[in-house]
T-cell receptor
C-alpha cells in the first residue's frame, strides 16, 4: 500500500496568490514525522518544513505552512503569496518512528507547481 | 561550507558496463542513503548505511552495490545487472540521534544515462 499519496500531478497558480499542495499518508505508528521538500529543475532537494506527529500546532516556516489534520492523515503544504521562484516539484515525505536514531523517509510522487506572472 | 558532494553531475554508461557514482559528505553525519528518482515518480531507496562498514538494502537494491569504508564516503556502483539504470540518483545523509526536524541533507544528484 502506498504510504504517501500526492494526488495532484500539476498545479498552476498566479503570482502573489496562495496555493495548497495535498498530501495524505498511511501509517500505524503513533510517532512519525512529515516533511516537504522542493526540487527545482536543477535537481537538488531543498527542505521546506517539518511536522511531528505529536506537534499540536501546525508548522510554519516563512511563507510555508503545513495544514496537519491527524485524524484525516493529511499534511497539506500551503504556500502563501506565491513567487515565480516557487515553480518546482514538491515532494511530501514521511518518517515512521521517533527519528532519534536511523531515519528512513518514504516519498510521494510529487506535485509540479507552476507560478505564472 | 558543509554539505554533500556528488560527482559526476552527468554520467553516460554503455550497456554492460559498471559505473560508480561518488558521494562525499563533510557534515560528520553517521547515516548515508542512496535514492533513485525516475520521471513522474518519487524517490526510491536503493541502499543505506548507518555506520562505517555496515549497509543495508533498501527497496530497489537489485543491480546495485555500495561500500562504506569511511564515514565521509558512500559510493554507489551501478552494475550491468541493473536492467534499467537510466535515472537521477540522489545521495543523502543524516546525523544519528540529533533530532528529526530536518530529515535529510541531499546532494545535488547525478544523472545517469545508458547509451
Amino acid at each position: 500500500a502506498q504510504k504517501i499519496t500526492q494526488t495532484q500531478p500539476g498545479m498552476f497558480v498566479q503570482e502573489k496568490e496562495a496555493v495548497t499542495l495535498d498530501c495524505t499518508y498511511d501509517t500505524s505508528d503513533q510517532s512519525y514525522g512529515l516533511f516537504w521538500y522542493k526540487q527545482p529543475s536543477s535537481g537538488e532537494m531543498i527542505f521546506l518544513i517539518y511536522q511531528g506527529s505529536y506537534d499540536e500546532q501546525n508548522a510554519t516556516e516563512g511563507r510555508y505552512s503545513l495544514n496537519f489534520q491527524k485524524a484525516r492523515k493529511s499534511a497539506n503544504l500551503v504556500i502563501s503569496a506565491s513567487q515565480l521562484g516557487d515553480s518546482a516539484m514538491y515532494f511530501c515525505a514521511m518518517r515512521e518512528g521517533p527519528g532519534t536514531g536511523f531515519q528512513k523517509l518514504v516519498f510521494g510522487t510529487g506535485t509540479r507547481l507552476l507560478v505564472s506572472p | 561550507d558543509g554539505g554533500i558532494t556528488q560527482s559526476p553531475k552527468y554520467l553516460f554508461r554503455k550497456e554492460g558496463q559498471n559505473v560508480t557514482l561518488s558521494c562525499e559528505q563533510n557534515l560528520n553525519h553517521d547515516a548515508m542513503y542512496w535514492y533513485r528518482q525516475d520521471p513522474g515518480q518519487g524517490l526510491r531507496l536503493i541502499y543505506y548505511s548507518q555506520i562505517v562498514n555496515d549497509f543495508q538494502k533498501g527497496d530497489i537494491a537489485e543491480g546495485y552495490s555500495v561500500s562504506r569504508e569511511k564515514k565521509e564516503s558512500f559510493p554507489l556502483t551501478v552494475t550491468s545487472a541493473q536492467k534499467n539504470p537510466t535515472a537521477f540518483y540522489l545521495c543523502a545523509s543524516t546525523q544519528r540521534g540529533t533530532g528529526s526536524n530536518y530529515g535529510y541533507t541531499f546532494g545535488s544528484g547525478t544523472r545517469l544515462t545508458v547509451v
